[in-house]
Structure formats: C-alpha cells, structure tokens
C-alpha cells in the first residue's frame, strides 16, 4: 500500500511523518505488516481498525501521543493488557495509545512495595514480586494486564485477605488530558488517587502503578474440584455454608461449565456440564488441606486438583482455558447472598447455556475487601457478599447475539437496577456504568473528571461524563 492509498483518519503525510519522528517506539498504521497484529485485542468480537497506533515506550510517547489525539481530535483509546471486553482498547479510524512496550517492574523488598509500568501483564509483576514472597491480588488469569484490572477494581485469589487490587494501589503517574505529569498519591492530587481506584480510566493516561505488597506463598494451597452437574444445586448450597465460615486467607469461586474432553476428568463427564470450585489457601501452605477440605466435600467427587503448587503455577494454571480471540462478552451482578432464590436464578439461567464455551462464576468477596470503608475509594460497592459473573462466549462468532442475550437475561434476573462491576461488564451504556457506583460514588467522579478531563478525551472507557 502506497502512503497515498492509508486510510489515516484524515491526518496529512506531513503531520504523520512528524509525530512518528518524534516517538521513541513505533507508529503502525494500516498497510504496516505487522499492522493487524497491533490492532488486535483479547476479544475477537471488537474487529476495529485504528488509523495509528502508538506502541508508547516511555513517558515521553504517552504525552506526545495524548497531546497529538487532542490537537488532532482524533478518538483516543488506551491500551494496557489488551483484555477489555467491550473493546475499549481499540477504536475504528482513531489512535491507540499502546502501553504494551512499557513493562518495567521495580520490587522494593524493604518497603514491601512495587512500581509497574503501565503494560505489564499480572504473569510479569506475580513474577518480579514472588522472587521476594511477595505479591498483590491479581488477576485468575496471567495475561490480563495490571492497568484496567487495577483502575476497574481487580478481584482475584488474594481479594479477600488482601483487598482489591485498587485497595492496594498507593500511587500512580499519570498523564492528564492537557499532556501534564501527575503523581496521584496521599500526599499529590489525593482525589485523584482516590477515583483512579475504581473509577476506570476516565482520569488520564496513567504511565505506573506503585502497590503495596503483602507475604504470599511461594507455595500454596490451591486448586479446582470437580464435582457432576447434577449436583449444582447441592453445590451451590454447601457453597454458601462453607462461605460462610471461611477465614480470610480463604477466597472459593464456583464455576458451572461443561466438561472439556481433558485426561484428568473421565470420559463419561466430557462434553456434560460440570460444577467446578476452585481457588486459593494463601495461609500457611500445611494449613491448606483442612483449610480447602469443606470445599471438597460438598457433593460425590469427580475430581479433586487441590494441592500444593507455587502460587505462579495457581495465577497462570487456568491461561489456556481463556485464549486469545474468541468473542466474549461479560455481565455481572453483586449478590448480597447466595439464598435458594439467587442459586434458583442461577441454575435456571445456567440450564439454558447456548454453547459448551459459556459459563456462570460466583466470587465470594468480603474479608478485607468488605472492611475497607466504602468511601475509601471509586470502588464502593462493598457489602455484597458474592459477585455473579456471566462469561458468554462464541467460538465462530456465529451465536454471538443469541450468547449476549442469554448473559443479560440471566443478570436481568437479580432486577435491572442491581449493581455491576465495571471489569465484567461487556457494554458501556451509562446505566450500566451508573449501577456500578452508588449515586454519591457517582457524583464525586464527576467532579474529579471535571478537574482532569473536562472535554472527555479519555471516553473509550465505562464512561463518566463531565458535568458540562
Ligand atoms: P485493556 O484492554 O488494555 O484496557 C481496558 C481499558 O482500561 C482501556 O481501554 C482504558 O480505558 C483503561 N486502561 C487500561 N490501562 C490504562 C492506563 N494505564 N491508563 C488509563 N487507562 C487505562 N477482572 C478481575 O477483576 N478479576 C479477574 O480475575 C479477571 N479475569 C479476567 C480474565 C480474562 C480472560 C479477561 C479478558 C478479563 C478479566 N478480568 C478480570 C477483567 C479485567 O479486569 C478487565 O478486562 C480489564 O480492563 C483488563 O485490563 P487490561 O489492561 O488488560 O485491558
């Protein structure tokens, strides 16, 4: 393709030449050979086409890329791990500010705390930080990166002993709409330490994150347990009783699903729905086997994987289960019990899966997460004891619309109103976003927007809306 033949969003040859010289990594535009690769994301049912990409190698490239959408008034879609699933991370004849490059990790074993720059995956900072035994909450799956999880939320093995990710975010750097350098922390711009936990990434374009770190493993006890799906619903019961008198170093997550033709489970189960509770002991590692036990016995056992494994092997053992490419769409709702209504609506809604790919997840949250004060930060919804999570997926893309309508019919069914969690959330509709806060959470967003992203620069995102 000739330059005369790119589509460039409009853009002149000149002013193209002029910021691709003026980046320190490279610019990939439509014709480039390594352009649909760059263009790409996790979810294979965003298929967009950006004018320009930005791989941003440092600081420097991400304020000359957020200065050049803004003079340019080019739409602006940030991209970390590229695990969105609306597809915020890519947009149709905008620019990509891609943050991948830009994976740099320092552990400070002393303070207990890390600085990670905004492209890294949860695999590089699980690994940079458990040289020390150390860790965050992170994500079930090691190839989500750290930047929309954290700004989202982030609920993972560690949520309930340690908190959500943004819990544990103490500080960041970031770029604003009007190209300024900030340091959120306590001490500098505290607001806007305080939506960036949360609030998504409606504030600017943040370059690191600086955690606080807790002792975890290296060994630990986790695992999954497999029991038949005939039981789901004696599964579901004895889950909420075993909830219920867990500690915290304890976080379980249900799974209905259907059985993969995989030589650990027998050849009877293959294709037929399963019922699967997996998660993480992070206590003292001998600990684990009693600790887990409660949640191994809740119905006759298929198969039982728990066992002693470094804690890398637990954050990166479900990876291949969720590749690159499919179409996928989540929906959510926070359960505040999982009473035989909420199982009810659940099994109901499960025994209508349309593919063998789609499957239901029950978090059990509270621990440490639930005694954070709920003004703490943009994340505030905290008293609701279980997260439902519908992960709707296609293979072909052909059921794709009958997938989606069956994850909405299902959280539908806790009432329109029931709060989200913006990082399963497969749209950006504003009530969707508005049922993620509660209305004061709402408002004090607004107001921290106003000040940072008064012109809504950094929309591509579960959208808070300035005032004016
Ligand atoms: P990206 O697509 O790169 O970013 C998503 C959006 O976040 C961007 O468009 C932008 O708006 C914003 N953003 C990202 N980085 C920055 C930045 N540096 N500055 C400003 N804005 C930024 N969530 C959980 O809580 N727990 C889980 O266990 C979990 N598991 C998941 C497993 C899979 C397979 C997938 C696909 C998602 C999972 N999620 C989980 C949801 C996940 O938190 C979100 O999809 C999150 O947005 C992914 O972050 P990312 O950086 O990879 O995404």
Redesign the pocket.
């Given at each position: 393709m000739t330059d005369a033949q790119r589509p460039s969003g409009g853009l002149g040859e000149a002013t193209i030449g002029e910021f691709a010289e003026s980046l320190r990594g490279e610019l990939v535009r439509p014709g480039d050979s390594g352009y649909d690769e760059a263009r790409s994301?996790?979810?294979g049912a965003h298929d967009r086409r950006p004018a320009l990409i930005a791989r941003c190698h440092g600081v420097a490239d991400v304020r000359r890329t957020v200065e050049f959408a803004r003079s340019e008034g080019l739409p602006l879609?940030?991209?970390?791990?590229?695990?969105?699933?609306p597809g915020?991370?890519t947009v149709d004849d905008g620019i990509v500010l891609d943050?991948s490059p830009m994976r740099g990790i320092r552990v400070d074993p002393g303070r207990r705390t890390v600085t990670a720059q905004?492209g890294c995956l949860w695999s590089d900072v699980d690994a940079e930080t458990q040289a020390f035994g150390l860790a965050v909450t992170g994500?079930?799956?090691s190839t989500?990166?750290?930047?929309?999880?954290t700004?989202?939320?982030?609920?993972?093995h560690l949520v309930r002993r340690c908190g959500l990710t943004c819990d544990n975010l103490v500080g960041a750097d970031v770029v604003t709409a009007d190209g300024r350098y900030l340091r959120a922390d306590a001490d500098e711009n505290p607001e806007l330490l305080w939506a960036l936990r949360g609030g998504?990434?409606n504030f600017?374009?943040?370059t690191s994150f600086d955690f606080r770190l807790h002792e975890v493993g290296p060994t630990v006890f986790a695992g999954l347990v497999f029991y038949h799906g005939e039981d789901a619903a004696q599964v579901l019961r004895g889950f909420r009783e075993a909830t219920a008198k867990a500690p915290d170093e304890l976080s379980m997550v249900v799974n209905l699903t259907t059985a993969p033709p995989v030589p650990f489970l027998p050849e009877q189960v293959h294709g037929r729905p399963i019922a699967v509770v997996l998660g993480m002991w992070s206590g003292r590692a001998e600990d684990g086997d009693a600790a887990t036990r409660p949640f191994r016995e809740l119905a006759p056992v298929v198969t039982d994987l728990f066992g002693r494994m470094p804690y890398t092997g637990m954050q990166s053992m479900l990876d291949p289960l969720?590749p690159r490419g499919m179409s996928?769409y989540f929906r959510s709702a926070f359960l505040p019990d999982l009473d035989e209504a909420a199982a009810g609506t659940i099994l109901a809604g499960y025994a209508r899966v349309p593919n063998a790919v789609s499957e239901v997840h029950v978090h059990h949250l509270g621990g440490q997460m639930a005694r954070m004060p709920a003004d703490a930060t943009a994340f505030a919804v905290r008293d609701q004891d279980y997260l439902l999570n519908v992960v709707a997926r296609s293979a072909g893309g052909n059921d794709f619309p009958a997938v989606v309508e069956w994850a909405r019919t299902i959280t539908d069914g806790f009432g329109p109103g029931s709060a989200s969690y913006v990082?399963?959330t497969g749209e950006a509709a504003e009530d969707r976003v508005r049922a993620s806060y509660p209305k004061d959470t709402y408002e004090r967003l607004v107001a921290v927007k106003d000040q940072y992203d008064p012109t809504n620069l950094f929309r591509?995102?579960q959208n808070i809306r300035p005032s004016r």
């Open positions: 994301i996790w979810n879609a940030v991209r970390g791990g590229g695990h969105s699933i915020f991370s943050l905004a994500g079930l799956i989500t990166g750290i930047g929309g999880f700004l989202g939320g982030g609920i993972g998504g990434g600017g374009a943040v969720y996928n990082n399963f591509l995102n």
